[in-house]
């Protein structure tokens, strides 16, 4: 979106810069030419709030310069790629839709100029001459890494990427007449214009709407990226106006009308006093009140989910600045994300006993729970505590059997519940994943009859889980299902040896008096990583692995439920990890297993052992 962005009250003017570049030599065309690589600008991302703008095609530039001089452009802070046009001819100027997507490269394509094809060297001439020629193509090569789409969301790719500009002269000088609309970058470019941003949206938990308690209404992330430099907050507001991406959609709803859209003209902005004033059209004035705090709801975490300071108030108003409503940001807590998740900052693991261990705060001293899972008479090897932490389950050792008992108190262990056919370290059950609605989840290993399994409420007959789009030769390693109930992170692994991390949605549909749930949507969070060995959710849409690629080491790093990379805070380096858990309040520290010990990253700089005689830390869920 075009103008530039009130932060604080302040507008910030910036610097305009002009990212060089040195165009010059003869317009001659040659029947081939040499593969030159487009370099990325050496500018770190939010380096300064310096707004870059490209420069105009200087006089007498070849084709290649042409088009590197437009591959600049677009990486550029111009609203509206003004300069970028100007590669363009006239015609292809008022039809070029730059918005329709970005392409994100690993790094600045490669270009390489021909003819086109059939077309020959002017007449008596050879291919060392100066060419007469009147069009040309410019061939565009990289690495595929991910694409954003026209609703801002981001999806991994791999692959070669190809693409072709065919450029014609216009009065005497090289312009691109045919290209793809949208955008390509390298990732670096990508990096320094756009960050990551979460709208919000309503959980539709369907016939289990009533499983989300007294409020009934749970906010789920669905990140996108925007222009940081342009209008985030504007594009960010536009985006969640439009409703939820494309993937999202079918498990969650907005409060806003079908019609409901930004004024024109008229950007939401956030004042000094920290107010968010948001001026809507498609909004029947008349809207019931509750509603429309919903609506408020979305917008306050939207925006300060970026916002630097903190967003006091949202205020709704009709294109005649008539208020619709207001909510403080005190009352907006009761519609907030992650209430599904644990309240508290205790973590867990089982000790060399193999018992179920609590650490009820950082300076705390790890102690057994007092319930069944605490005493040792049934070794586990995998357990999980629900989000109240109420409730915990747990895996006997030999992985066939599924315990689940209250946390606290003097009941004797229950009866435990075999649910898998095969034994053994690498079959059976994987460690069970918590939903905030109090469903509990486990995968079923066994290689003659893998299953993903749900007991509803924690309790009674397990009911399996249909996961249709389940790519032929994988089966389900490991599960973590989210707070709000409606996505769940799953490692994929097969008979090759690899391992990789997925995302689906948890569809629950009424037929007659049962509920049925399916997973559905599948999609590759880290195509890149061949080996992934753990995987903990990490913020309201962000998850922590650890994995490998291909032909690399062992990683620890954070991404985004949309698969992109999470620019975080440096993380000191730990080796041998084989565990690794966080918390959707990413606030509390991370936790790592590596060989027998448990450790914690102590204010984000450095690792402190938590005990050295345990393993599978984990948090609530």
């Not at 590669?87 to 394509?109: E, H, I, K």
Request: some cysteine; hydrophobic content about 35%.
């Amino acid at each position: 979106m075009a103008g530039e962005r009130w932060r604080g009250g302040v507008r910030s003017l910036g610097l305009l810069l002009a990212g060089g570049l040195l165009v010059g030599g003869c317009a001659s065309m040659p029947s081939s030419g040499p593969v030159q690589r487009v370099e990325t600008a050496d500018r770190a991302e939010n380096e300064s709030p310096v707004r870059i703008f490209g420069v105009s095609p200087q006089e007498n530039a070849t084709q290649q310069q042409i088009v590197r001089g437009f591959l600049e452009a677009i990486t550029s802070d111009e609203a509206q790629f003004d300069t970028a046009r100007e590669y363009l001819t006239p015609q292809r100027q008022q039809v070029w839709d730059p918005f329709a997507s970005t392409t994100v490269l690993a790094s600045g394509p490669d270009t390489t100029s021909r003819l086109p094809e059939g077309e020959q060297p002017g007449e008596g001439q050879d291919a060392g001459a100066e060419q007469v020629t009147q069009t040309a193509v410019v061939e565009l090569s990289g690495t595929l890494l991910a694409t954003v789409d026209t609703a801002h969301g981001y999806t991994p790719q791999e692959g070669a990427y190809q693409a072709s500009f065919r450029l014609k002269r216009v009065e005497g000088e090289w312009r691109i007449d045919e290209l793809p609309d949208g955008l390509v970058m390298s990732a670096a470019d990508f990096q320094r214009n756009y960050h990551s941003v979460n709208t919000f949206y309503y959980a539709d938990l369907g016939p289990e709407s009533g499983k989300a308690g007294e409020l009934g209404q749970t906010l789920v992330a669905d990140p996108i990226y925007v222009r940081w430099r342009i209008d985030p907050i504007g594009e960010a507001v536009g985006e969640l106006l439009s409703g939820p991406g494309e993937w999202l959609a079918p498990v969650a709803r907005t409060e806003f009308p079908q019609e409901a859209g930004l004024v024109p003209e008229r950007n939401a902005i956030v004042m000094d006093s920290g107010v968010l004033t948001v001026a809507l059209t498609g909004v029947d004035p008349g809207v019931n009140r509750d509603r429309c705090e919903l609506m408020g709801a979305q917008l306050l975490h939207t925006v300060q989910a970026q916002y630097s300071g903190e967003v006091s108030e949202v205020r709704l108003t009709d294109p005649a600045g008539t208020r619709l409503c207001a909510l403080s940001r005190a009352e907006a807590k009761n519609l907030a994300p992650g209430l599904l998740d644990a309240r508290s900052g205790s973590s867990y693991y089982l000790d060399e006993e193999d018992r179920l261990i609590t650490v009820p705060d950082v300076d705390a001293e790890p102690q057994p729970v007092t319930g069944a899972l605490g005493q040792g008479t049934v070794p586990l090897r995998e357990a999980a505590v629900s989000r109240d932490e109420n409730r915990a389950a747990g895996v006997t050792e030999d992985g066939t059997a599924l315990l689940v008992t209250e946390m606290w108190g003097t009941d004797p262990v229950p009866e435990a519940l075999p649910l898998s056919a095969a034994p053994g370290a690498e079959a059976g059950l994987s460690r069970p994943s918590w939903d905030g609605l109090g469903d509990l989840w486990v995968a079923d290993r066994d290689p003659a009859n893998p299953r993903l399994l749900r007991l509803s409420g924690g309790v009674g007959t397990p009911q399996e889980v249909p996961v249709p789009d389940l790519p032929a030769g994988r089966y389900i390693e490991s599960v973590r299902v989210s707070s709000d109930g409606v996505r769940i992170a799953m490692l994929l692994a097969g008979d090759d040896d690899t391992s990789t991390l997925w995302l689906g949605r948890i569809h629950r549909a009424a037929v007659g008096e049962a509920v049925e749930v399916s997973v559905q949507g599948l999609r590759a969070v880290t195509p890149v990583l061949e080996k992934v060995t753990a995987l903990s959710w990490a913020g309201v849409s962000r998850l922590v692995v650890v994995g490998r690629p291909a032909d690399g080491a062992e990683q620890l790093q954070y991404l985004g439920t949309d698969g992109s990379p999470v620019a975080s805070s440096n993380t000191p380096g730990l080796n041998d990890v084989t565990g690794v858990a966080a918390s959707e309040n990413d606030t509390l520290p991370l936790l790592a297993e590596t060989g027998d010990r448990i450790v914690r990253l102590q204010d984000r700089s450095q690792w402190k052992l938590v005990t050295d005689r345990g393993s599978a830390p984990f948090y609530p869920g």
